[in-house]
């Protein structure tokens, strides 16, 4: 016989002879580059962690003390502060599973708090699981696709939407006779590339770089090199749980309006937008945009 499913070793782990890949858990502790061994990734994992720590710190604040017209509840509902949650939420489950599978491989020989806090940080049991591997893989890509998602949809459309809102300054009305003179050729200089980020102040600059730029770098580099994840079997589930997931924050963004009167994205906006229909479209687009950013990550 080629494999015996009923043979398990400890911990839900295949036994021995059984002809099976490894869980999904592991491979998140695991680089797949002989010069990245254990101890270095624990390291590479903490400083990432502390990293984006540190960026929410300063993210919150930021957005709490900006003057707005809004509510400050209006951060929960912003698209790109649940991505830089959820990539956090990834390197803290992923750090303390690194951690302790490698310094703490038997933590049901530990008593006391320590030995509950250890194993509070600790790989699940019963890895093999197939559903627990899938809810696992499942939050792995939600929060890698979101997190390239969210740096597209600024700097591709909301970036160039902002652009075109302060594009030109309003002319003088024409004079009444219907002649115009013309007053020399004094042209306004055309704008440094990207001084829309940082012509407001480095430290507006700083938040819009950690939240599209920094956290997809720090989300590129774990898939490069920080893990052994493979391509998920249920591919097709994957897709649907994405385009699931766009759609139940397109339902949060929505309360989110109903409770702070703001607009996660301008396009959700009718008077933006010019029409109903047109806000169908941009959602539409948004749901099916999770699933395009995933399959071009595995072309």
């Known amino acids: 016989m080629d494999s015996a499913p009923l043979l398990q070793g400890a911990n839900g782990l295949p036994g021995p002879g059984v002809m099976q890949d490894h869980p999904a858990f592991l491979r998140?502790?695991?680089?797949?580059?002989?010069?990245?061994?254990?101890?270095?990734?624990?390291i590479l994992r903490g400083l990432a962690l502390a990293a984006l720590l540190a960026m929410g710190i300063v993210i919150l604040d930021y957005e709490i003390n900006e003057p707005s017209d809004f509510s400050d509840w209006r951060i929960v509902f912003d698209f790109a502060n649940i991505s830089f949650f959820f990539a956090f939420l990834y390197q803290l489950v992923a750090f303390s599973w690194t951690f302790t599978h490698l310094y703490y491989p038997h933590s049901h020989h530990i008593d006391g708090f320590e030995g509950m806090l250890i194993r509070a940080?600790?790989?699940p049991r019963h890895m093999s699981s197939l559903r627990k591997q899938f809810y696992f893989t499942m939050f792995y890509t939600a929060t890698v696709v979101f997190s390239f998602a969210n740096s597209v949809i600024y700097f591709f459309i909301t970036r160039q939407h902002d652009d075109d809102d302060a594009a030109g300054e309003p002319q003088p009305p024409t004079p009444p006779n219907g002649?115009?003179?013309w007053a020399g050729a004094a042209r306004a200089a055309p704008e440094a590339p990207l001084s829309d980020i940082f012509d407001e102040g480095s430290l507006r600059a700083f938040v819009i770089l950690a939240l599209y730029v920094i956290a997809p770098i720090i989300m590129v580099i774990e898939i490069l090199w920080l893990n052994s994840i493979r391509r998920p079997y249920a591919i097709g589930l994957h897709l649907l749980g994405l385009m699931v997931n766009a759609a139940?924050?397109?339902?949060?963004?929505?309360?989110?309006?109903?409770?702070?009167?703001?607009?996660?994205?301008?396009?959700?906006?009718?008077?933006?937008?010019?029409?109903d229909e047109a806000v169908t479209l941009y959602s539409i687009g948004f749901v099916f945009l999770a699933p395009i950013s995933k399959l071009g990550r595995h072309s």
């Open 28 to 42: 998140a502790c695991h680089s797949p580059w002989r010069f990245i061994p254990q101890n270095v990734l624990v």
């Open 179 to 181: 002649t115009t003179i």
């Open 121 to 123: 940080m600790s790989l």
């Open 248 to 275: 139940i924050y397109l339902g949060w963004a929505a309360f989110g309006h109903l409770v702070t009167n703001w607009y996660a994205f301008f396009w959700l906006d009718k008077s933006e937008v010019g029409s």
